[in-house]
């Protein structure tokens, strides 16, 4: 069969860090977040985000984040507010227990990283992080 493509390289240990965040979300209450509504939490910036952003950068159809935003509102996670910067317009904010689930997911991403820093060795990392920054030039519109 030959040796795994590129992609699916990339693609087995995402999918392990992701099945230990959501393990871990699931340890700490969070079960309902599915890998779709946790794409929207992800991507909410700071002040809040539009949902017109959310749905580019999540690469989902603006009915689709619509439809997991409200969701993730009638769960806690998140919270409509004005936008400052347009009086018509409204912006998707985490709510306390939406920061406690990100909060979470990160604390796990950081300590599966470190495992696999541990294992590969700061040098080794320091270089794919370096490749897979450099590709990132020409695969991610948000890069």
């Known amino acids: 069969m030959g040796e795994p493509n590129l992609g699916l390289l990339l693609f087995v240990p995402y999918r392990e860090m992701e099945r230990r965040v959501f393990a871990a979300l699931a340890a700490g209450g969070h079960a309902e ?3 779709a509504k946790a794409r929207l939490v992800a991507r909410i910036g700071p002040g809040g985000t539009r949902l017109t952003d959310l749905a580019a950068q999540a690469q989902v159809t603006k009915q689709t984040a619509s439809s997991l935003a409200d969701q993730l509102i009638r769960a806690g996670y998140l919270e409509r ?3 400052p910067t347009d009086g018509r317009a409204r912006l998707l904010r985490l709510t306390s227990t939406g920061r ?3 909060d979470l997911a990160n604390r796990t991403a950081d ?3 470190s495992e696999w820093i541990d294992h590969l060795g700061k040098r080794s990392v320091a270089d794919l992080r370096k490749t897979l920054t450099a ?5 991610d ?3």
């Open 111 to 113: 300590k599966v990283q």
């Open 141 to 143: 519109p948000y890069a």
């Open 81 to 83: 507010a004005p936008d």
């Open 100 to 102: 406690a689930a990100a």
């Open 33 to 35: 977040l599915t890998p």
């Open 135 to 139: 590709l990132r030039e020409i695969t």
